[in-house]
């Protein structure tokens, strides 16, 4: 059984940053491409970030410069790391498999206000 456990969240002013975590137990690791995603209240979930099998990166738009999506295959993680957090990324982040999701972790909840 496939589990995703993510972690780094909090509560973080503008301008700072956090680096999420997202440890995945019960399953092949490095085959598989990943993303980061999130969901703000009232939103749909949305890709903030993909990482591929080979280490090849993609961004949505509205993180692009700030936030840097890698992987560890030893330790089977994936890591967001996040800079110049503003308001707008408040939202409750997720990992998963980008091809055909597992089932959905608890997520870690990141809130930016000052």
């Known amino acids: 059984q496939v589990q995703l456990v993510e972690s780094g969240g909090g509560l973080v002013q503008p301008g700072g940053s956090l680096r999420l975590s997202c440890a995945v137990s019960g399953t092949f690791f490095s085959i598989y491409a990943m993303g980061w995603y999130r969901q703000a209240p009232g939103k749909e979930r949305e890709l903030v970030a993909g990482?591929?099998?080979?280490?090849?990166?993609n961004y949505a738009d509205s993180v692009k410069g700030r936030f840097t999506i890698s992987r560890d295959n030893a330790k089977k993680v994936v890591y967001l790391q996040m800079n110049s957090l503003n308001p707008g990324d408040t939202a409750v982040y997720y990992c998963?498999?980008?091809?055909?999701?597992?089932?959905w972790g608890q997520g870690t909840q990141v809130t930016v206000s000052s």
């Open positions: 998963n498999r980008r091809q055909t999701a597992w089932s």
């Open positions: 990482i591929t099998s080979g280490s090849s990166t």
